[in-house]
């Protein structure tokens, strides 16, 4: 059986091979208790930043926006209007500039 450290190895060495193949650059967002809704706003914003700078230097190159255990955050509404409704605070998100999102969730532990 894996343990915790060399599984989140492989999930980087996968992210890493995914990279390369298939023009993918990866920004992630580590989630946590202690974030605020000011630090996901501002990473987000810095994501489509990066992936605007990426669409222009690298044509047709896509840019994922991860955030990495989403649901450890006290603002999950906030992820869900990023994730689902494609706004930060009512505005839309750029995505003419090929930013995708996906999220990492935590199993609900006891």
């Not at 955050?73 to 209007?81: F, H, N, P, Q, S």
Request: charged share 20%; net charge negative.
């Amino acid at each position: 059986m894996f343990a915790i450290h060399e599984l989140i190895i492989c999930i980087f060495l996968v992210f890493t091979l995914v990279s390369c193949l298939c023009s993918v650059d990866w920004y992630c967002i580590q989630v946590h208790g202690g974030i605020t809704t000011c630090d996901i706003e501002r990473k987000v914003h810095e994501a489509m930043t990066h992936a605007e700078s990426n669409s222009l230097e690298f044509p047709g190159m896509q840019t994922v926006l991860f955030f990495d255990e989403a649901n450890t955050t006290e603002d999950v509404g906030l992820i869900k209007e990023i994730m689902c409704d494609h706004t930060i605070r009512g505005q839309p998100l750029m995505e003419t500039y090929g930013l995708k999102l996906i999220a990492a969730c935590n199993p609900y532990r006891k």
